[in-house]
Structures are given as structure tokens and as C-alpha cells.
């Protein structure tokens, strides 16, 4: 896997020690980072999708049918 380096603002890493090693919601900073970023993606995804819709004035698929199309895209 790729490394990275990033800075951080106090603010911003004061809450990601506190999910980390307060909640215990993730074994580390970048177990939850990479989780950020996949909600991230999973969002922009769902705009993207809703905005297509919204400009056609249609929409063929459920919101399951594109959660899982998302899903699958996430796979590859």
C-alpha cells in the first residue's frame, strides 16, 4: 500500500486520537482515515448519481440498486 504523509491541525488530530484511542472505534489513525475516505467517495458517488438523475428528470434504479452499484465499483 501506497504511504503518506500529512500534517494535521491540532483541532484535527486531537479528534482522530480521540476515535482512536479514546473510543476504540479504530485500531489506528490510518484504519479511520481510510474510512473517512471511502464515506467520502461513497458520498460523491450518491451526488454524483442523484445530480445525473435530477438533470434527466428520470431515474431507473432504486436507492439500493445504486448503493450496490457503488458497493461493487468500490471492489475493483
Do not use: C
Request: glycine share 2%; charged share 35%; aromatic share 6%.
Amino acid at each position: 500500500m501506497p504511504r503518506q504523509s500529512v500534517t494535521l491541525t491540532e483541532r484535527n488530530n486531537s479528534w482522530l486520537n480521540a476515535h482512536v484511542e479514546k473510543k476504540g472505534d479504530y485500531a489506528n489513525k490510518s484504519e479511520l482515515i481510510n474510512d473517512l475516505i471511502r464515506r467520502a467517495r461513497r458520498a460523491e458517488f450518491i451526488n454524483q448519481k442523484l445530480s445525473k438523475a435530477e438533470k434527466s428528470n428520470f431515474v431507473s434504479q432504486s436507492p439500493n440498486e445504486i448503493l450496490a452499484e457503488f458497493k461493487a465499483d468500490l471492489k475493483k
